[in-house]
């Protein structure tokens, strides 16, 4: 059964404290992986999407990698505006394609 | 704004009632989604349609009935609601089916049957 695990729950960072968040995956055929954050009470927003092995994206302060079995979303010298719950999500090479499954999410807190 | 837009925002309502959620997206995109958000933020796909077809029906219970009546549109009926469909429901777009470019959500709609 196609699964994503993101770990940790939660993290509480101080400003300019650089670290990242996991996401491990098991799908029949990978054929993409998504990050999203949401904010409360907001809609998930887009972020990154990775299709292969090796890719790597950046957004400011972000950056998202991928192996074969897990993402990392790196946050470097993250500020109090990047707390959101950060979701992965994959999509599968299925006939339906357009189906993302979501992880549960790691709810970010950074203090000034 | 160019943006996934649905009403309400919050729906409370008594267990046995009929609600609809509706939604628009004005991004001239092709496939429209509803997504069900439970308390421990889990994001479930529900149903896809692309251009008004139903593409997935995700193994809802046949109480839930999606409505597109054209590809900027897609309504969401609940039939008997129950105390489990306390959730927040958030409306998605994407440009196709295969959604390269990510997914749009909504704000979402927070559903609580008492």
């Known amino acids: 059964e196609d699964q994503v695990t993101q770990s940790p729950e939660a993290l509480r960072l101080q400003e300019g404290e650089s670290s990242s968040l996991n996401c491990s995956y098991t799908?029949?055929?990978?054929?993409?992986l998504f990050w999203y954050r949401q904010d409360p009470g907001k809609g998930p927003e887009f972020l990154f999407t990775?299709?292969?092995a090796g890719e790597e994206k950046e957004k400011e302060r972000l950056k998202a990698t991928l192996t074969k079995k897990e993402s990392f979303l790196h946050i470097t010298a993250p500020k109090p505006e990047d707390s959101a719950t950060y979701l992965c999500?994959?999509?599968?090479?299925?006939?339906?394609?357009?189906?993302?499954?979501f992880g549960t999410g790691t709810l970010l807190a950074v203090q000034p | 704004d160019t943006a996934v837009s649905q009403t309400p925002k919050y729906l409370v309502t008594q267990m046995g009632n009929d609600k609809s959620i509706k939604c628009e997206q004005n991004?001239?995109?092709?496939?429209m989604y509803w997504y069900k958000q439970d308390s421990k933020k889990f994001l479930k796909i529900m149903f896809s349609?692309?251009?008004?077809?139903?593409?997935i029906n995700e193994t809802v219970p046949n109480r839930f009935s999606p409505k597109s009546p054209d590809k900027a549109h897609l309504n969401l009926h609940i039939n008997s609601l129950e105390l489990g469909d306390s959730a927040v429901y958030f409306c998605?777009?994407?440009?196709?089916?295969?959604?390269?470019?990510?997914?749009?959500f909504g704000s979402g709609t927070r559903l609580t049957v008492v």
């Open positions: 349609y692309n251009n008004k077809e139903l593409i």
């Open positions: 998605a777009s994407s440009q196709d089916l295969r959604g390269n470019y990510g997914y749009t």
């Open positions: 799908v029949s055929g990978l054929r993409g």
């Open positions: 999500a994959v999509q599968a090479r299925t006939r339906a394609t357009n189906k993302l499954i």
């Open positions: 991004l001239g995109h092709d496939t």
């Open positions: 990775l299709y292969s």
